[in-house]
């Protein structure tokens, strides 16, 4: 009697220890990895796939990059200041996909403003705003790069915009 139940409590461990492994191992091939330049970037809230679009937590990607980013809690907006002394700014509200665009000339001083639609508006998750990496990225003046078989994301080098 002590035999089996202790061969039933072994074979649960057992089973349990397969599909624990078999979690991980998928859930550690759904991840998203993202690199600057050639550096790996890590966040606190892994990078996800929503609505077939790389959302990154804006702070962790925007700082990579050399941006400044400001969040404003009453309005909940992210602020964006492209690197350059803030001559472009992109300006997000939570569930919006309308992104305020101001860019200011350096040569003249002139100031440009507009609209552009996304179709992945940002959302929080676990206290990170996340947005579309692609549009952050080359609204910047970054190369994105997507490798479906590796789930890597690679950006590279400004391109001067």
């Known amino acids: 009697m002590k035999r089996k139940v202790l061969f039933q409590f072994l074979s649960v461990i057992a089973a349990t220890a397969i599909v624990f492994t078999i979690a991980v191992t998928a859930s550690a091939s759904d991840l998203i990895s993202i690199y600057v330049d050639g550096e790996k970037l890590t966040t606190d809230v892994p990078p996800q796939i929503i609505a077939d679009r790389v959302m990154l937590p804006v702070r962790a990607v925007s700082e990579a990059v050399g941006c400044l980013v400001e969040w404003v809690h009453a309005d909940q907006n992210v602020v964006v200041y492209a690197p350059g002394g803030g001559d472009r700014v992109l300006v997000m509200r939570i569930g919006d996909p309308i992104v305020d665009v101001t860019i200011t000339s350096g040569d003249d001083g002139s100031v440009t403003e507009?609209?552009?639609?996304?179709?992945?508006?940002?959302?929080?998750?676990?206290?990170?705003?996340?947005?579309?990496?692609?549009?952050?990225?080359?609204?910047?003046?970054?190369?994105?790069?997507?490798?479906?078989e590796t789930r890597t994301v690679n950006l590279n080098g400004a391109l001067g915009n």
């Open 114 to 148: 507009s609209q552009i639609t996304i179709d992945s508006p940002p959302v929080i998750i676990d206290g990170r705003t996340l947005a579309p990496l692609r549009f952050i990225a080359e609204f910047i003046g970054y190369r994105v790069d997507w490798d479906g």
